[in-house]
């Protein structure tokens, strides 16, 4: 089995390490500071079972199982026994590790993580037929300006900002200032390549450059992401 470990402290990713060298079947692939990096990692790879603790800055452990369109088996642990309840409505979390954890409590856990992957069922197959919101929409976006209807190609727009009564769409080649709501505009935009992340922004992610604890960057443009929709967009992600 391979893991990762993801913790924003040094030294319990540390300490989950020496757990896990002393586990022969088990390899540590690589440790994480912050849920942001691991999602990265795990956008081009795959695990086995993440070692995960619950509170991390700006994007709690909880947070991170949900962005996870097919999670591996999780192990959490925390110095927190407030949440083991919660941990198991999610059937990705196996096993709650309070810290200090022993090398013998650590083992057990070990073998639940075996079990589970012992029971896991094949990867669901995704039918041709699935279709997405918007599919009838063609590739433009017409919008109005000064009586005159400007055509944009969905390619093209890198975000939308609202701007009191106004939006404003940028994209590669200019900017457009259009009197209209972001919720409108939302509308006509297809979902495979938009998502609201704030609740003044609208991005193309595919336009994404880098992407922090809480923005993205998309060309120049630092873009906020809200909490209740960062889940949303790191699910994206993991489908690029």
Known sequence: ????????????????????????????????????????????????????????????????????????????????????????????????????????????????????????PEPETVSNNTTTNNSSLGEELYINIDRRLIKINFNDIQLIEAKGDYIEVKTTKENYRVRNTLKKIKDKLPEKLFLQIHRSYIINFTKIVDIEDNSVLIEKNVVPISRSNRPELMRRLNLL
Not at 48 to 54: G, S
Not at 83 to 103: G, R
């Open 1 to 120: 089995m391979n893991c990762i470990i993801v913790d924003d402290e040094a030294t319990a990713r540390l300490i989950v390490a020496q757990l896990c060298s002393n586990v022969k079947e088990l390899e540590v692939i690589d440790a994480f500071g912050s849920a942001m990096e691991a999602i990265k990692f795990l956008n081009q790879n795959t695990v086995d079972v993440i070692f995960l603790d619950i509170h991390m800055p700006g994007f709690s452990g909880f947070d991170f199982v949900q962005t996870l369109k097919n999670p591996p088996k999780i192990v959490l642990t925390t110095s927190d026994t407030n949440f083991a309840i919660e941990a198991y409505e999610y059937e990705a979390i196996v096993d709650y590790l309070v810290k200090p954890v022993t090398q013998d409590r650590f083992n057990k856990s070990i073998q639940k993580v075996k079990a589970a992957l012992a029971k896991s």
